[in-house]
């Protein structure tokens, strides 16, 4: 065994964090970043030459459907890990809404053993909260965070009654709830109705607006650190900014799909755009650029589905989306849309902080050694072939500025130019020790 430190030494990369954006040097020391500056020397060190590369903090997606166990004909840790990594994400945060969803310690404990064999890259296990848990200390299980669905979506999982809602905010713990906001009622009420044939006219905008408001009670009165999933309307922006504005304790997500598509796409997608929470007219979609201050995040809801059950007569709700968030993100900076320090602070600093992930989400000395390394002046269109196992993308055949060209995980080089490089296993789970107090 070689017990020499590893060291590399990343030359004239332009780095970006939420702060800045200058030219610079990364020394990396085994899995960390040892010192960041605008020239650095090391004799012991490898040098990687990064001139003409722009250097992000590897991509946390805070929300994924890995879908292990029980649907990995649509995903599994090894597939979903490799999309993530060809997407330019090192970190990312597996919800529970399993065939048998991960509300049990020991559920927790079999998905956790199938991702420390598998997973490429580093992750973290959300716990679902159901109304049989809500008496449990779901909290002190080792999960990055609580998953509580209050709309009916794929899988089963539901907290409707208030009982239930109140004992999950109120339980001493202090992993944030992420809410799926949709309001049950409302979703079964216009789901009903035979005039709503549109996936969108059936999930209206009030039922995310019901929904937001209530959890937002709920955190206001417990106390508890609550993140809203996947915010999309125009109507929860003016909810989350007032309750900011009373300094609730809250954040909340956009989703690229509805930053970056809208219901003018609902037909031409068919059953490829249906999702939950729906896509959105253009006047939500452009309420969601005007508040992008006020957006914490962006994460994929990354939800794969085979083509078969997407062409079926019942198609699921969701779409992949690890490997076309970064580009997307890349071009709308390209267009001014959003800055490069915006786009580090939504898909890394800020997913870092809302869950209290204390190595990760800066380059800066004593963070892990997670970078992404892109191209902006490359243009092209994204195209299969897809690292996720459904092999397809809402995305296809859009024009993009912004390549992602290496990824570096807690030091180790695991994608360069599109080919990946991991092992399976080489991504660890973010458990309770790296988390901050
Ligand atoms: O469209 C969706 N798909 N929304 C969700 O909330 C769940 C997800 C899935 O797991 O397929
Ligand atoms: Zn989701």
């Given amino acids: ?46 040098v990687v030459d990064a001139d003409g590369y722009h250097i992000l903090p590897g991509l946390i997606d805070a929300h994924v459907h890995l879908r292990e166990p029980g649907a990995t004909h649509k995903e599994d840790f090894a597939t979903g890990t490799r999309a993530a990594l060809a997407g330019g994400v090192t970190t990312v945060l597996d919800m529970p809404n399993n065939p048998q969803p991960t509300t049990t310690r020991d559920a927790l404990e079999e998905k956790r053993a199938l991702a420390r064999d598998k997973a490429m890259c580093d992750y973290g296990l959300f716990i679902g909260a159901t109304a049989e848990n809500a008496r449990l200390e779901i909290g002190d299980w080792g999960a990055v965070g609580v998953k509580l669905y209050m709309g009916a979506t794929t899988g089963d999982l539901l907290v409707t009654e208030f009982d239930a809602l109140y004992r999950h905010f109120a339980a001493r713990s202090r992993l944030p709830i992420v809410v799926h906001a949709e309001d049950n009622d409302a979703l079964k009420f216009f789901a009903n109705d035979p005039t709503r044939t549109r996936h969108s006219a059936r999930r209206p905008p009030i039922s995310a607006a ?33 309750a900011t504005a009373r300094g609730a304790r809250m954040t909340c997500e956009a989703t690229p799909q509805h930053l970056f598509l809208s219901t003018d796409d609902e037909e031409r997608l068919g059953a490829f755009g249906v999702v939950n929470p729906p896509l959105r007219s253009p006047d939500d979609v452009h309420a969601l650029w005007q508040n ?22 019942k198609p699921p709700s969701g779409m992949p989306g690890l490997e076309t968030m970064l580009p997307l993100l890349l071009t709308a900076a390209s267009e001014k849309r959003l800055s490069l320090q ?9 997913p870092a902080r809302v869950f209290h992930l204390a190595r990760k989400g800066e380059i800066a000395a004593g963070y892990d050694a997670d970078l992404t390394f892109v191209r902006l002046d490359e243009a092209y269109v994204l195209q299969k072939p897809w690292q996720t196992k459904c092999n397809w993308s809402p995305f296809e055949g859009r024009r993009v500025r912004g390549r992602i060209a290496r990824v570096f995980l807690r030091g180790q080089e695991v994608m360069a130019d599109g080919e990946i490089t991991a092992n399976a296993g080489s991504g660890k789970e973010i458990g309770l020790t790296t988390v901050s107090e």
């Fill in 210 to 242: 019901l929904a937001v408001s209530r959890a937002l009670a709920l955190a206001e009165e417990t106390g508890r650190q609550l993140h809203i999933a996947h915010l999309s309307t125009a109507r929860e922006i003016e909810l989350v900014k007032a």
């Fill in 1 to 46: 065994m070689n017990s020499q430190p590893n060291r590399r030494l990343i030359r004239s990369g332009i780095i970006v964090t939420p702060d800045e954006i200058f030219r610079g040097d990364i020394l990396i020391v085994d899995e960390s970043i040892a010192h960041v500056a605008p020239h650095l020397d090391d004799a012991d060190a490898r």
């Fill in 342 to 350: 915006d786009v580090a602070r939504l898909t890394s600093h800020n």
């Fill in 292 to 313: 992008l201050q006020h957006i914490d995040l962006v994460a994929t809801d990354h939800a794969p589905h085979t083509i078969e059950e997407k062409q079926s007569a």
